[in-house]
């Protein structure tokens, strides 16, 4: 049976392993904001240079490489948003017999309107009336378990 402290760090681990992910997302965000950047200083010299000479073309290749920049990187976010998995969590409720001596335990589905020591009636092991409640309230994430599983029973 795990614990609270056991489920604490479980999140932690979660959260150490997606810590690298987010310095690389820093990394991207800045490499988008140097595009906009550039993009931008194309598409103000492109706009200068139009009112300076109209008939020339510098203007018309600054303004084509500003609006190609702009393009890559609109581009490169949607192929940002299509790799990006999200993640659907399952979240389940874990009942428990309140009578000494009755290890009844059972988790299920959560449904609404449940909360954590929620009393739900009879204990079906022990027949306690009254005795069964709603010990905790979690999610998890089925994907992990499904692969922790798989990755147990290779190495037994």
Not at 50 to 73: D, K, R
Not at 113 to 142: F, S, W
Request: with cysteine; net charge negative; charged share 20%.
């Amino acid at each position: 049976m795990e614990t609270h402290l056991e489920w604490d760090n479980e999140v932690e681990k979660m959260s150490e392993e997606k810590r690298p992910q987010a310095r690389v997302s820093r990394v991207i965000l800045i490499l988008i904001g140097i595009g906009m950047v550039v993009s931008l200083y194309f598409i103000v010299s492109a706009t200068a240079g139009y009112f300076q000479n109209p008939q020339g073309s510098q203007w018309q290749t600054q303004l084509l490489y500003g609006l190609l920049i702009l393009g890559a990187i609109w581009l490169f976010n949607f192929w940002i948003k299509g790799r990006s998995k999200k993640i659907e969590w399952h979240t389940v409720s874990q009942l428990k017999c309140e009578q000494e001596g009755c290890e009844y335990s059972e988790i299920r589905d959560f449904k609404e309107g449940d909360y954590v020591y929620k009393k739900l009636g009879n204990c079906p092991l022990c027949g306690g009336q009254d005795t069964l409640y709603i010990d905790l309230i979690y999610a998890y994430n089925p994907l992990e378990v499904t692969t922790q599983s798989t990755e147990i029973a290779q190495s037994a």
